[in-house]
């Protein structure tokens, strides 16, 4: 078992910046990949951005150049730099990870931002 533990979300005004982390603890030697998705209300929860063992990582069309996603495997956290927030950003924010079978896939309880206009 994985359990994720996510921190910094919070209120901030439109152009602000805010860094989440999301700390795994448990058997992480079993994941591969780690995400942020988010869901907004009334919306379908969307990838935000991912990230392999290896650091690469892809982004959504609506944060690139705005979000910058890094992973410290040495502490198992994953952190998300989320610069010049716009409205349209906030949401509940989820941490997501997994491993190489269906089995291996962990969610957690999600941190709310808030950016206003």
């Known amino acids: 078992q994985v359990q994720l533990v996510e921190s910094g979300g919070g209120l901030v005004q439109a152009g602000g910046s805010l860094r989440l982390s999301c700390t795994a603890s448990?058997?992480?030697?079993?994941?591969?990949?780690m995400a942020w998705f988010r869901q907004a209300p009334g919306k379908q929860r969307a990838l935000v951005a991912r990230?392999?063992?290896?650091?690469?990582?892809d982004y959504a069309e609506s944060v690139k150049g705005r979000f910058t996603l890094s992973r410290d495997n040495a502490k198992n956290t994953m952190y998300l730099q989320m610069n010049s927030l716009k409205p349209e950003d906030t949401a509940v924010y989820y941490c997501?990870?997994?491993?190489?079978?269906?089995?291996?896939?962990?969610w957690g309880q999600g941190t709310q931002v808030t950016v206003s206009s």
């Open positions: 997501r990870a997994w491993g190489p079978t269906i089995e291996i896939d962990y």
């Open positions: 448990g058997s992480v030697s079993s994941i591969n990949s």
């Open positions: 990230i392999y063992r290896s650091g690469s990582a």
